[in-house]
């Protein structure tokens, strides 16, 4: 029969692994996400997923995007703070990174609701901000010969998953001054009575125009409106509120003000890109 007391020193050990690991789990973080301009066409998506892979296998990774426009590091940070609040505390990777290799930093900013891994060129704030505010900045420390190409897969990969797996900041690289990190400038926003101007932000997979003002600015404009003083549209709810080829204004799933045209593609309909100025007002 077995032994009582070796049973019972049995359990106890039991418990304390146990314990131990979810401990560890709590420490660290279950999910990775990553961004990215890489596309799918070729390998390099896989192989991040490979970097983390080795390190911290019980991590699950979310897949935000791959397509960012290339070197669009404007893009790449919109679409990541529009997308991180939706997701589990995660480890946000994101790369964009035009001056790879360069004496750009990369770093890891902490926020209440999770980290966020990648390079210093402004790409991470937004979605930092989103996710309450930048608490404290690490920049990683890189101790082994890595390719000046490929951060992605191997800095920024491997460092996101020994975060996941539990590491402390510090195994990771060294504290830095918040205020030093680098900021997009802010999109414009300019707002007066009857109208405002604001730049696009972004244009999605339909030819919807997203602009960086607030859908709470709608509120001052009126059902019937002028897009740049030569393109008619209508306030609404949904892209059925306005007719066939109409152009809509709304208020977007980000909570952004938008333009889309009800079976078409407000892009072409309005001829512009991210960057550009747009301008609403009510229709005299």
Same mark, same amino acid.
């Given at each position: 029969?077995?032994?009582?007391?070796?049973?019972?020193?049995?359990?106890?050990?039991?418990?304390?692994?146990?314990?131990?690991?979810?401990?560890?789990?709590?420490?660290?973080?279950?999910?990775?996400?990553?961004?990215? !301009?890489?596309?799918?066409? !070729?390998?390099?998506?896989?192989?991040?997923?490979?970097?983390?892979?080795?390190?911290?296998?019980?991590?699950?990774?979310?897949? /935000?995007?791959?397509?960012?426009?290339?070197? +669009?590091?404007?893009?790449?940070?919109?679409?990541?703070?529009?997308?991180?609040?939706?997701?589990?505390?995660?480890?946000?990777?994101?790369?964009?990174?035009?001056?790879? %290799?360069?004496?750009?930093?990369?770093?890891?900013?902490?926020?209440? +609701? %999770?980290?966020?891994?990648?390079?210093?060129?402004?790409?991470?704030?937004?979605?930092?901000?989103?996710?309450? %505010?930048? =608490?404290?900045?690490?920049?990683?420390?890189?101790?082994?010969?890595?390719?000046?190409?490929?951060?992605?897969?191997?800095?920024?990969?491997?460092?996101?998953?020994?975060?996941?797996?539990?590491?402390?900041?510090? +195994?990771?690289?060294?504290?830095?001054?918040? *205020?030093?990190?680098?900021?997009?400038?802010?999109?414009?926003?300019? $707002?007066?009575?009857?109208?405002? =101007?604001?730049?696009?932000?972004? $244009? *999605?997979?339909?030819?919807?125009?997203?602009?960086?003002?607030?859908?709470?600015?709608?509120?001052?404009?009126?059902?019937?409106?002028?897009?740049?003083?030569?393109?008619?549209?209508?306030?609404?709810?949904?892209?059925?509120?306005?007719?066939?080829?109409?152009?809509? /204004?709304?208020?977007?799933?980000?909570?952004?003000?938008?333009?889309?045209?009800?079976? %078409?593609?407000? $892009?072409?309909?309005?001829? /512009?890109?991210?960057? +550009?100025?747009?301008?609403?007002?009510?229709?005299?």
């Amino acid at each position: 029969m077995p032994d009582p007391a070796r049973r019972a020193r049995g359990n106890l050990s039991h418990t304390i692994r146990s314990k131990a690991v979810t401990f560890l789990t709590m420490a660290g973080y279950e999910w990775i996400s990553l961004t990215t !301009d890489y596309g799918t066409f !070729d390998g390099f998506v896989a192989a991040c997923h490979g970097s983390i892979a080795k390190i911290a296998p019980q991590v699950r990774v979310i897949d /935000v995007t791959h397509h960012v426009p290339p070197a +669009d590091v404007a893009r790449g940070a919109a679409v990541l703070a529009q997308t991180a609040p939706h997701l589990p505390p995660s480890v946000h990777v994101a790369v964009v990174d035009p001056g790879v %290799g360069t004496a750009r930093r990369g770093v890891v900013l902490v926020t209440p +609701d %999770g980290l966020l891994v990648g390079p210093d060129n402004g790409l991470l704030i937004w979605a930092a901000e989103a996710l309450g %505010g930048v =608490e404290s900045a690490y920049e990683l420390t890189v101790k082994e010969a890595v390719s000046s190409t490929f951060h992605g897969r191997d800095v920024f990969a491997p460092a996101a998953a020994r975060l996941a797996a539990g590491a402390e900041l510090s +195994d990771v690289g060294l504290a830095i001054d918040k *205020d030093t990190l680098v900021r997009l400038p802010d999109p414009v926003v300019t $707002v007066g009575d009857g109208w405002l =101007e604001a730049e696009v932000l972004t $244009v *999605d997979r339909f030819g919807n125009v997203q602009l960086a003002a607030s859908g709470d600015l709608l509120r001052g404009l009126g059902s019937e409106l002028m897009i740049n003083g030569t393109v008619s549209a209508y306030r609404g709810a949904t892209f059925a509120d306005v007719g066939p080829g109409d152009l809509l /204004v709304f208020e977007d799933s980000a909570g952004h003000v938008a333009i889309a045209v009800n079976n %078409g593609r407000a $892009v072409v309909v309005l001829s /512009v890109r991210p960057g +550009d100025l747009v301008k609403l007002a009510i229709r005299q």
